[in-house]
């Protein structure tokens, strides 16, 4: 089985080290534009669900008490 390594953890070279080392799976890490793409493409997912007032952060994954519209829009 291969994993697709992306986000901001893909270029922290320890984390990726720990995580191969324990995974039972081959990581495969994209090339930087890549990683870079997507993660501003997320970030601007998660803006624009904030200006929306809708969700972008679950307690499920963040372990909070209740999910929220989490963040701070600054506009000119």
């Not at 200006?51 to 679950?58: A, F, K, M, S, V």
């Amino acid at each position: 089985h291969s994993v697709l390594v992306t986000g901001g953890g893909a270029f922290n070279t320890t984390l990726v080290e720990k995580i191969r080392r324990h995974a039972f799976a081959n990581l495969v890490l994209p090339d930087r534009m890549l990683v870079e793409f997507k993660e501003a493409l997320i970030f601007a997912l998660l803006g624009l669900l904030r200006i929306r007032r809708e969700t972008n952060c679950l307690a499920s994954v963040t372990g909070g008490p209740r999910d929220l519209s989490a963040g701070t829009i600054y506009l000119p």
